[in-house]
């Protein structure tokens, strides 16, 4: 038999099983389905108590939340103002489950970006139940560091004083110096090598309220995850902030303001949504470094981890092979799209009659992507977001039943049979959906399907049963003739 990458005989498909009456549903319980990408749910009982980290920049918070929650999550660089959101992280010490936030390093007399940060921290000190204040113990207190402590004061929540980069025992004398900043006792740790950090994080448990009880199993119903993508600059972070009703994040004119991917629930079109803002894709990741670099690796496990992306693009400026590309990425990683082309605000009918040839030569391969053109400053027609979003997460979810699937085979191929190639022309034998998110077809065939003919096949599907909105997959099974072993001798 004919080797090719794309055909495949292992697995459920038998020959004799066929002609003797195989049934194709019978094959799917059989083979099982894998999870369904992207699972929603929550296993806890309720929302968690939080722990805010906050201090100046470059005291070392973002390395002693990667710690705390044991994975190196934060983007962490050795330069300060790396992080600028207030970024939540679920923890568990001792048994009890809490919310760590981290958050951009907060300096008085600050303008700009940097006050934009500082905002956002001020936010996260009062809508924790407790903070964890970090100071670089060798420098010791300063006057940036004496202005949170009248924050601190200020909000009246419990603090526990972290006395960071204390790695050894000759160290510790600097930490009790802190002591004058009138918190209490600083505790000496080191986020880099992970000394004192339990004692630390026993005193944070002393002052955080109790967690509830944690209830196992997937809930269904949990708030579906839609995360925000597109390049630098796109309006990604607006967007956010404009269906949260709130500055959530921060947003500057400098592109790439955004570095970790920030959660937030929303509640829009009578649903709950998390949605997740994305440091922008850069055209060359791997040409990037420190901080841009990490960055970009998160945006990827965000992507990963969400149901929908809605891709961003700046309907002012000509499409570029940046954009196309981050749509190349969500369809390679089977998410439901939207592309949502945002500042129509800025839009006059010379650029918008450009936008559409533009869209017709290069976007020609994800013409079955939902489109909704919005202003994230001006919030226009936002509110046809949520429907777009519904559609294709419905197509994303919908399944053929197997007896329609073949009906629509057999004309398909009756009216338009595969070509023959080398006196042979492969025949679809039957073919049934394996899964969904996104929706999985295999082809049981009797030779090699061209890679033009499943396109074809994929265009028909959509005209027949739709599927707005998301990528399909297409595979096939090739069926071995009688007398050759699995090599094809």
Same mark, same amino acid.
């Not at 500082?118 to 970090?134: C, K, L, R």
């Given at each position: 038999?004919?080797?090719?990458?794309?055909?495949?005989?292992?697995?459920?498909? =038998?020959?004799?099983?066929?002609?003797?009456? !195989?049934?194709?549903?019978?094959?799917?319980?059989?083979?099982?389905?894998?999870?369904?990408?992207?699972?929603?749910?929550?296993?806890?009982?309720?929302?968690?108590?939080?722990?805010?980290?906050?201090?100046?920049?470059?005291?070392?918070?973002?390395?002693?939340?990667?710690?705390?929650?044991?994975?190196?999550?934060?983007?962490?660089?050795?330069?300060?103002?790396?992080?600028? =959101?207030?970024?939540? !992280?679920?923890?568990?010490?001792?048994?009890? #489950?809490? /919310?760590?936030?981290?958050?951009?390093?907060?300096?008085?007399?600050?303008?700009?970006?940097?006050?934009?940060?500082?905002?956002?921290?001020?936010?996260?000190?009062?809508?924790?139940?407790?903070?964890?204040?970090?100071?670089?113990?060798?420098?010791?207190?300063?006057?940036?560091?004496?202005?949170?402590?009248?924050?601190?004061?200020?909000?009246?929540?419990?603090?526990?004083?972290?006395?960071?980069?204390?790695?050894? +025992?000759?160290?510790?004398?600097?930490?009790?110096?802190?002591?004058?900043?009138?918190?209490?006792?600083?505790?000496?740790?080191?986020?880099?090598?992970? #000394?004192?950090?339990?004692?630390?994080? =026993?005193?944070?448990?002393?002052?955080?309220?109790?967690?509830?009880?944690?209830?196992?199993?997937?809930?269904?119903?949990?708030?579906?995850?839609?995360?925000?993508?597109?390049?630098?600059?796109?309006?990604?972070?607006? +967007?956010?902030?404009?269906?949260?009703?709130?500055?959530?994040?921060?947003?500057?004119?400098?592109?790439?303001?955004?570095?970790?991917?920030?959660?937030?629930?929303?509640?829009?079109?009578?649903?709950?949504?998390?949605?997740?803002?994305?440091?922008?894709?850069?055209?060359?990741?791997?040409?990037?470094?420190?901080? =841009?670099?990490?960055?970009?690796?998160?945006?990827?496990?965000?992507?990963?981890?969400?149901?929908?992306?809605?891709?961003? $693009?700046?309907?002012?400026?000509? *499409? &570029?092979?940046?954009?196309? @590309? $981050?749509?190349?990425?969500?369809?390679?990683?089977?998410?439901? $799209?939207?592309?949502?082309?945002?500042?129509?605000? *800025?839009?006059?009918?010379? #650029?918008?009659?450009? %936008?559409?040839?533009?869209?017709?030569?290069?976007?020609?391969?994800?013409?079955?992507?939902? @489109?909704?053109?919005?202003?994230? %400053? &001006?919030? #226009?027609? +936002?509110?046809?977001?949520?429907?777009?979003?519904? /559609?294709? *997460?419905?197509?994303?979810?919908?399944?053929?039943?197997?007896?329609?699937?073949?009906?629509?085979?057999?004309?398909?191929?009756?009216?338009?049979?595969?070509?023959?190639?080398?006196?042979?022309?492969?025949?679809?034998?039957?073919?049934?959906?394996?899964?969904?998110?996104?929706?999985?077809?295999?082809?049981?065939?009797?030779?090699?399907?061209?890679?033009? !003919?499943?396109?074809?096949?994929?265009?028909?599907?959509?005209?027949?049963?739709?599927?707005?909105?998301?990528?399909?997959?297409?595979? +096939?099974?090739?069926?071995?003739?009688?007398?050759?072993?699995?090599?094809?001798?």
């Amino acid at each position: 038999m004919e080797q090719h990458a794309d055909a495949t005989t292992e697995g459920a498909f =038998d020959p004799e099983a066929w002609e003797a009456g !195989y049934d194709p549903e019978e094959w799917v319980d059989l083979e099982g389905d894998a999870p369904d990408r992207g699972e929603h749910g929550d296993e806890s009982g309720g929302p968690l108590p939080v722990l805010a980290v906050v201090g100046r920049p470059n005291v070392g918070k973002s390395t002693l939340v990667n710690r705390i929650i044991g994975r190196r999550e934060a983007v962490v660089e050795d330069t300060p103002g790396v992080t600028r =959101d207030r970024v939540y !992280y679920e923890a568990t010490w001792n048994g009890r #489950r809490f /919310t760590v936030v981290d958050t951009g390093g907060w300096e008085r007399d600050v303008v700009g970006i940097d006050l934009s940060v500082a905002v956002q921290a001020e936010y996260a000190i009062d809508s924790a139940d407790a903070v964890m204040f970090v100071v670089d113990a060798i420098v010791g207190p300063t006057d940036s560091d004496e202005a949170v402590v009248k924050v601190l004061r200020k909000s009246g929540k419990p603090v526990v004083l972290a006395a960071n980069k204390v790695d050894n +025992m000759a160290q510790e004398a600097d930490a009790a110096a802190l002591w004058s900043l009138g918190l209490g006792q600083p505790w000496p740790v080191s986020a880099v090598h992970g #000394r004192g950090s339990g004692d630390l994080l =026993d005193a944070a448990l002393a002052v955080l309220p109790e967690a509830p009880a944690q209830r196992f199993g997937v809930m269904e119903g949990g708030p579906r995850r839609v995360a925000l993508l597109g390049r630098p600059n796109v309006g990604k972070s607006s +967007m956010l902030n404009k269906v949260a009703g709130e500055n959530r994040v921060v947003v500057d004119k400098i592109a790439g303001t955004t570095r970790d991917p920030v959660d937030e629930l929303i509640q829009l079109g009578g649903k709950t949504w998390k949605f997740i803002d994305t440091a922008g894709i850069r055209r060359r990741v791997h040409l990037t470094q420190g901080a =841009d670099f990490y960055a970009s690796l998160r945006t990827t496990a965000a992507l990963e981890k969400a149901e929908v992306g809605v891709i961003l $693009i700046d309907a002012s400026e000509r *499409l &570029t092979e940046q954009d196309t @590309r $981050i749509i190349s990425l969500a369809v390679e990683a089977g998410r439901a $799209i939207v592309i949502a082309y945002n500042k129509w605000d *800025l839009m006059d009918e010379e #650029r918008r009659y450009y %936008l559409e040839r533009e869209i017709e030569q290069d976007l020609v391969q994800v013409t079955w992507a939902p @489109r909704v053109n919005v202003s994230a %400053l &001006t919030g #226009r027609h +936002m509110e046809k977001l949520v429907p777009a979003i519904e /559609t294709a *997460l419905a197509s994303w979810e919908k399944r053929i039943p197997t007896g329609q699937l073949n009906a629509f085979l057999g004309t398909l191929v009756a009216s338009h049979p595969h070509p023959i190639r080398g006196g042979k022309q492969p025949r679809i034998l039957f073919g049934t959906q394996a899964g969904t998110k996104p929706p999985r077809f295999v082809l049981f065939t009797s030779g090699f399907l061209e890679a033009g !003919y499943r396109r074809f096949i994929e265009r028909r599907l959509r005209e027949e049963f739709g599927f707005p909105g998301t990528p399909i997959e297409i595979r +096939m099974k090739v069926r071995e003739k009688r007398g050759r072993n699995k090599t094809g001798r």
